[in-house]
């Protein structure tokens, strides 16, 4: 049985239901690419777009199908218009390099006045992707335990899913030491923590077990908790073979439910699945667990405070195919809540946007490289071309800036 069989894909035609919207969509679409740096072509020859010749290209493959898509919800139209093969990257276009653009001029596409519309047309996100203790449950299990072969064949040996820290000893747009990038970015939030021998380390999302596995031999005795019984199983093997078994102690258990007192708190970019209605719930018990003189280090990714306001309630792509319940906070609504619910604050960022860039480049090359072996896993094509888009329109995000990704270190304020 393939994924496809438990996923609700979108089919590869289209009824044109609603033909007035899928014109306009059509003409707000070929509106706004006429100022854009690339080429949009279509069967028969026809070519829009402000990038020349040696542009990147966008091929519509069946018009009316992709008309009828972003008419029917542009932001999440677009996306499953790719997974039904309705547009393609042209023959010599990589597919981040077509997305970076429009991702550049993403709060400018639509015109003003249509902007003023969107909430009447922008989807809400469905009340089954809350995440309260049953639904987060649900919600991470529909990503993280697809299969941890399928993770295992992109990722660097440590498994590390989240943005690696290359070092400066080449460019970032051609780094490719990736296991070594990915093990600095974990020492580097280890350090801003504090972890060293004898710390009690609480980590909350444990991955595949690779952080945890780092603070027990620099002898932490680490707590690290996790909602995917996939990872929960893995990470505990892995810490097994490593030795520390003595040491890190792996849990199926939400962040609500912790108890006792910790040295530190880390946890790698698993604010983006908590939800904007639970922030307040999820800094609170990191106060709550933090003990004096302690110290909380996250890493977290973000958006422009403006952008975030703008979206906060719309249902996206990312949403429906790929982290159910997710929401990227701005760094302006992490200092928010932190103030109005905690007495912890903001003491140390570092930056590594254009780092996560060139990981999911990465990610990519290899996901496409061993696209035979995952397929053999059950995987269909359908679900090629969504990871395809996922990965490329995420570095497209980091690349053009408008999304970011920091380590943040957190002190409680001075009494």
């Known amino acids: 049985m393939t994924v496809s069989a438990s996923i609700g894909w979108p089919a590869a035609t289209v009824r044109q239901r609603a033909p007035l919207r ?20 279509y069967p028969g020859g026809r070519v829009l777009g402000a990038g020349p010749p040696a542009s990147p290209e966008l091929e519509v493959v069946r018009p009316a199908a992709f008309s009828a898509r972003l008419g029917r919800d542009a932001k999440i139209g677009f996306g499953e218009a790719y997974m039904a093969g309705d547009w393609r990257a042209g023959p010599s276009t990589d597919l981040a390099d077509l997305l970076t653009p429009f991702a550049s001029q993403l709060t400018t ?28 449950r649900s919600n991470i299990a529909a990503h993280y335990d697809l299969s941890n072969d399928l993770f295992a064949a992109f990722l660097d040996p440590t498994m590390t899913y989240s943005s690696a820290w290359f070092d400066d000893s080449e ?8 296991e070594e990038a990915q093990l600095r970015k974990t020492d580097g939030i280890l350090d801003l923590a504090g972890v060293r021998s004898g710390t009690r ?7 595949w077990g690779t952080l945890a596995i780092r603070a027990a031999q620099r002898g932490a005795r680490v707590t690290t908790i996790t909602l995917s019984h996939e990872q929960m199983r893995l990470a505990r093997e892995r810490v097994e073979a490593a030795g520390l078994s003595g040491l890190v102690e792996v849990r199926v258990q939400d962040y609500r439910e912790v108890s006792g007192e910790y040295d530190a708190i ?10 904007e209605a639970y922030w307040a719930a999820y800094f609170a018990a990191l106060d709550r667990l933090l003990a004096p003189g302690g110290r909380v280090a996250i890493q977290a990714i973000t958006m422009d405070h403006d952008r975030f306001l703008a979206t906060r309630r719309s249902f996206s792509w990312i949403q429906k195919y790929i982290f159910p319940g997710g929401i990227i906070p701005s760094l302006q609504a992490v200092d928010d809540t932190l103030a109005a ?31 035979p072996r995952i397929h053999a896993q059950g995987f269909d094509e359908t679900f090629r071309r969504m990871w395809e888009f996922y990965l490329a329109y ?22």
């Open 171 to 178: 460019p970032v747009e051609t780094a490719t030491r990736l």
């Open 394 to 415: 995420s570095e497209a995000g980091f690349r053009s800036g408008y999304l970011g990704v920091s380590q943040l270190q957190m002190t409680r304020e001075p009494a």
């Open 201 to 207: 380390l609480l980590e909350i999302g444990t991955g």
């Open 266 to 275: 880390v946890s790698v970019e698993m604010i983006e699945a908590v939800g």
């Open 22 to 41: 899928a014109g306009v969509a059509r003409v707000v679409f070929e509106h706004a690419v006429r100022r854009i740096p690339v080429r949009v072509t």
């Open 341 to 371: 619910h905690t007495t912890l604050r903001v003491t140390r960022h570092r930056e590594l946007g254009p780092h996560y860039a060139r990981t999911l480049r990465l990610w990519r090359e290899r996901f496409l490289d061993q696209w």
């Open 109 to 136: 596409l639509i015109p003003p006045a249509l902007q003023r519309l969107r909430v009447f047309v922008d989807r809400r996100v469905p009340h089954d992707q809350e995440n309260t203790l049953r639904g987060s």
